[in-house]
């Protein structure tokens, strides 16, 4: 993440678009010629939210650039979101870094265009952007007055169609991260520790090291390997625009044919494939060791690829029926008895292809894992024999409608909500396919998944505890890599 910019934050305040303002943004950004005159076509709409009147629309151009465009005609504001499968899961061992490298290059300068350019014509119509990068992904992101849309494509095609990769620009954010790393993880000890733990388990794959990548290879980061990244991963074919505002959908679209038209550039590098022993190779173990800190964090790990709407249904209906105790809610429970400061249970489908379900323990320094793996345990028991009741159903869709509602509110959370339908799940509203698989789901199906996927046979755990309660996180992936 760019350290002078708020992460996942939006621009709430906007002015005046005035004349002397385009003629301002026609100086900072001189009219270039783009693409080719060829209408796109409308593939399809589908409503983003039950009970929404608004709709997205999906195009896709002819270079293999898909774009979705949600108009919304109650305020002003805009945003446009991309998304590139160019997250740090594309990298290799001795080139990790990249990804989350380019979050950072990706402002600073375009050929053709002065240094610092993206960021002065935003602000100068009182735009606001951030970007972020995960291992499945990379997102840039803006939110700005929907007049100034048309100078945002251009502002946009810019950067993506013909990034500045030279000198000083490129050391200047090479720089940046790493002194972002020194800050994030080799002075922070959980974190540190946390990637180490990850070198073990998740060793030998794309996700053994972190989106910001390793020391050696951040400081080690060539011109060269970075230019060969942008140009492998950074094309149409690869690439998802979301656009949201008071907008007329084939305006837009024509809009993004002009300014995106031209780019170039297929994707033709394939994921690394998982070792096919990823599922079970640590099953039943447990890797704790010990860092310079003052809680204890544990991680229960449950392995799986799976990531489809009805596993999300299922946790959404595992959760509740946890949480449905005449004491409250799990969390609550185990505080008041003192077994944990904290707690938390979710999917992961955030990632292109382990998805595990993971169960998360805070703890102080007189607290025993072994207590709360027991509670954990037993809480997975009386969920089994709790059947899917009526009552159940209609708490959890009263839920889905406030959230709903809630997501409705906002340009942004609905750009987000088909963001997360499109790239992760790969499925159109999603929001309503979740209502009918509670309505319909049932108790059988639900206790035949459960068993499937929470076995205590079915997991491993992760520790990292106060120094002198376990070897060393070092020491551990020393001894680890002997073995």
Known sequence: ???????????????????????????????????????????????????????????KLQNGLQFYIIPDQRNPVATIHFILDAGSNRESKGTTGLAHFFEHMMFRKSEGAPEGNYDKVLNS????????TSDAYVTFYSTFPGPALEQMLKLEANRFLSL???????????????????????????????????????????????????KQDVENMSIESAKTFYKNFYTPDNTTIFIGGPFDPQK???????????????????????????????????????????????????????????DLVNVIIFKTLLDDHPDGRFERRLVKEKIA?????????????????????????????????????????????????????????????????????????????????????????????????????STSEFRKWVTENLSNKNNYVTGIVPTGKAESCQDLYTNFLKK
């Open 341 to 441: 400061t904290d707690f938390s249970f979710y999917k992961v489908f955030w990632q292109n292809q382990s998805n595990p379900l993971t169960a998360n323990f805070s703890l102080n320094n007189e607290q025993k894992f072994e207590n709360a793996l027991k509670f954990w345990e037993n809480g997975i028991k009386e969920v089994l024999n709790k059947p899917i009741s009526e009552k159940i159903k209609k708490q959890i869709l009263k839920q889905l409608a406030v959230s709903n509602a809630e997501t409705a509110e906002k340009m942004t959370n609905l750009v987000n909500t088909i963001f997360e339908d499109v790239f992760f799940l790969k499925s159109m509203n999603t929001a309503s396919q979740i209502e009918k698989l509670v309505k319909t789901s």
């Open 252 to 310: 837009v679209a024509n809009l993004v044919q002009k300014y995106f038209g031209s780019w170039k550039g297929n994707l033709k590098v394939t994921h690394q494939k998982f070792p096919t022993d990823y599922l079970t190779r640590d099953l039943g173990k447990k890797f704790v060791c010990s860092a310079p800190i003052y809680s204890q964090k544990y991680k229960i790990t449950y392995p799986t690829f799976s990531k489809n709407i009805h």
């Open 1 to 59: 993440m760019r350290l002078n910019r708020t992460h996942f934050s939006y621009f709430k305040t906007f002015f005046a678009f005035p004349k002397k303002l385009l003629l301002l943004l026609s100086v900072l950004f001189p009219l270039t010629i783009y693409g080719v005159d060829v209408e796109p076509k409308l593939q399809q709409t589908y409503k983003i939210i039950p009970g929404s009147t608004i709709q997205a629309f999906q195009y």
């Open 164 to 214: 500045d990769i030279t000198d000083p620009y490129f050391s200047i954010e090479k720089g940046a991260v790493i002194s972002e790393r020194k800050l994030r993880v080799e002075n922070d000890p959980l974190t540190r520790s946390s990637e180490i733990l990850r070198a073990i388990t998740e060793r030998n794959t794309p996700l053994e090291w972190m989106t910001i990548g390793s």
């Open 125 to 132: 119509f009182g735009g606001s952007g951030n970007a972020g």
